[in-house]
């Protein structure tokens, strides 16, 4: 649409009312997937390192459960069994213990970087293979699981203790989520955040916006524009007949009244 009054062969400028186009898409840069993945496995390695001095810690401080040897029959020395309880209770605490270490160590290590998905992944392999090494190393290094021939061997009347045993498999999931719930809060609470998005309304494009003036606060506000000064009027090339004004080709004579001769 050509806007009047524009001279001829004259390209018409940018509509001034026109809504500002908003900017191109930037996309994101992808991170090497090479450093994610030796993080994860780093941690991951920790944790079956830390899985071998589980298992060491686990049977040291564990309780174990007694039996005796009566009359050719294996009895427990405290049928109420709390021996059971207080080794799932010792490889909890110790798991928990474990998860807050990783989780802190990984975070410091981390943290100048933002951390990551490798991390969470690594936190909760890592702390879930450690605490199945340190439950097999455990059960295995101590006690032999067959009672029958420890019983022979002590004879009748003699005392034993029983193998290792983890009575509550759904202690091995203490690490990991240890881990992982405390490297949200820290995550959460001192990780590296990104700068905050502008608001809508100071989005270009956005519909609904109201109107902001020019600046350096908003560089996609369309400038004022500019008064433009009245154009003068442009000469009629037919001019009409005034009213008071003879008709050319007429003498200016003729139309005043002829008088006769006085005789």
Known sequence: MTVPNTPAGSTPGPDPFAPPLPPPPVRAERAPLGPELRIGAIIVLAGAVLGVVFGFLWLWLAPRVGYAVQDNHILYRAPEGEELIGAVGVFSLLGLGLGLLTSLGAFLWT???????????????????????????????????????????????????????????????VWPMTAMILLL??????GKREPDRPPYWATPGSEGAWPAAPGADNPFAPAPQAAQAPQA????????PQPDEPEQGQDQGQGREQRPPAE
């Open 111 to 173: 943290r100048s970087r933002g951390g990551g998905i490798a991390v969470a992944v690594g936190l909760a392999v890592g702390g879930l293979l450690g605490s199945v090494i340190a439950w097999q190393l455990g059960t295995h290094l101590g006690a032999t699981t067959d009672l029958r021939a420890h019983a022979r061997s002590v004879g009748n009347g003699g005392t034993f203790d029983g193998p290792l045993e983890l009575t509550a498999k759904g202690a091995l999931m």
């Open 233 to 240: 009027a442009q000469p009629s090339l037919t001019k009409e």
């Open 185 to 190: 809060a820290l995550s959460a609470t001192f």
